[in-house]
Structures are given as C-alpha cells and as structure tokens.
C-alpha cells in the first residue's frame, strides 16, 4: 500500500509560480510510476502529468505543455509539481496518484489505484 500527501498548494497572481510535492509513505513508492491530476468545481478529474519510477520519462497534457514540469527524487520519496505561468484555468483541486507499475503511465484515472488527498491551487487574475 502506498500512502500520499500533497502539498505546496495556495493561492497565486496568474503568471506566478508553484511548486507541489507529494511525499509517498512506503520505502516501495521509488518502484512506482505517479502522476498529477487536478479537478476544478463541477468538472471532471483531468490528467496533469505523469512520470515513469526512474524520472526518465514523462507526460504532458497539452494544456500545461511548457508550464508545468514533473520530476521526482527517489531518496525522499517525493514527486514534485512545478508549475509556473500559472493561469486562472489552473484553479482546481491537484492531486497526487501513484500506480502499481514501472512504466510511464497513461492519462486515464483508472491506472492509478493509490490517490493522496488533494491540495487547492488558486491562481486570482
């Protein structure tokens, strides 16, 4: 079992900065592959990111292509979130999720059985 706490979360001007971390619990949690998801009110979860166990490889959705960037260091068990040129359209709920698999992971929420929390990003224009 995987345990996850995000972090880093609150409220930013649009073109300002973030950083989100995701602390795994289990000594395991460097052999899983992660992603970050996010939900605004009255819609659907919707992929961020994802990256596979070793950091190697990683994927974007299209519309925090060149703005957000995934990476993870292993001796700490942490994946991280930098998100900068942060919009209005960035305002959601972020969350971290972990799958059972080495590989890089796909876009769908089923893939990922272990979810953290949630933290609130709120990005004012």
């Known amino acids: 079992q995987v345990q996850l706490v995000e972090s880093g979360g609150g409220l930013v001007q649009a073109g300002g900065s973030l950083r989100l971390s995701c602390a795994a619990s289990?000594?395991?949690?460097?052999?899983?592959?992660m992603g970050w998801f996010r939900q605004a009110p009255g819609k659907e979860r919707e992929f961020v990111a994802a990256?596979?166990?070793?950091?190697?490889?990683?994927s974007y959705a299209d519309s925090v292509k060149g703005r957000f960037t995934i990476s993870r260091d292993n001796a700490k068990n942490t994946a991280y979130l930098q998100m900068n040129s942060l919009k209005s359209d960035d305002t959601a709920v972020y969350y971290c999720?972990?799958?059972?698999?080495?590989?890089?992971?796909?876009?769908?929420?089923?893939?990922?059985?272990?979810w953290g929390q949630g933290t609130q990003v709120t990005v004012s224009s």
């Open positions: 990256i596979n166990w070793s950091g190697g490889s990683t």
């Open positions: 289990a000594r395991t949690s460097s052999r899983n592959a």
């Open positions: 999720a972990a799958t059972a698999r080495y590989v890089l992971p796909g876009m769908q929420v089923d893939e990922y059985p272990y």
